[in-house]
């Protein structure tokens, strides 16, 4: 099976996307998938200039030469496509969105016969609730309903209040990180043996690691000390 992930953080491998992403990758890799990683930072893909030629003069092919080229053909060789991104405004970061939306030759001109893709997404944010998710949800659901019927959006490793991840390792509560990342690493095995990840598995990713409370008041103090 082919997986090719794109990692939109633009903290990359420090970030804390890849301390979820990373061990669901591992997982993958564990149960025989072959894995293509790309960082959105290390890429250069302008957005779409919307002149329609991949539909009316070139049709499937997009007339801008950049690093999509690189990417095309890793998207069409593509079992599954992971999608990794922070949420720090309502959605995927901006390269991100630039290489979704340049997608759309792709699509538009979908080939008889084309496999149907799965989708995942692996995302975190800094704000302690779920819902925080909901709009980029809403996105993913709508790329796994694509006219052409190339894809289906197969499920999702979200991590909100990621930011405390990093300070409770270096405390007792090890063991709750420690868990989330062991569930991450099991929904890669779980969707190569399984064809999918369980709800269990996904919840076990996004279980609480403080209070609510906690949390906020935590990352008041870091802020505030940040300013001194």
Known sequence: MNVLAINGSPKMEKGNTTMILGPFLKGLRETGANVDLFYTNELKVDPCNGDLSCWLVHPGECSQKDDMQILYPKFRNADVIVWATPVYYAGVTGPLKNVM?????????????????????????????????DPLLAQMEALGKRPDGSSDFTGALLR???????????????????????????????????GEISEDTSKKVSQKLMPQDVYYQAAKEAFESAKL
């Not at 538009?108 to 704000?127: D, M």
């Not at 991840?165 to 095995?189: C, H, N, P, S, Y």
Request: charged share 30%; hydrophobic share 40%; net charge negative.
């Open 101 to 133: 939306d340049r997608q759309l030759p792709l699509h538009i001109f979908g080939e008889p016969g084309t496999k149907r893709q799965k989708i995942i997404l692996v995302s975190t944010c800094g704000a302690w609730e779920m819902e925080m998710f």
């Open 160 to 194: 909100p209040h990621a930011d405390c991840m990093t300070e409770i390792m270096k405390t007792k509560g090890r063991e709750l990180v420690d868990g989330v990342f062991q569930a991450a690493r099991d929904a890669g095995r779980e969707l190569i043996r399984e």
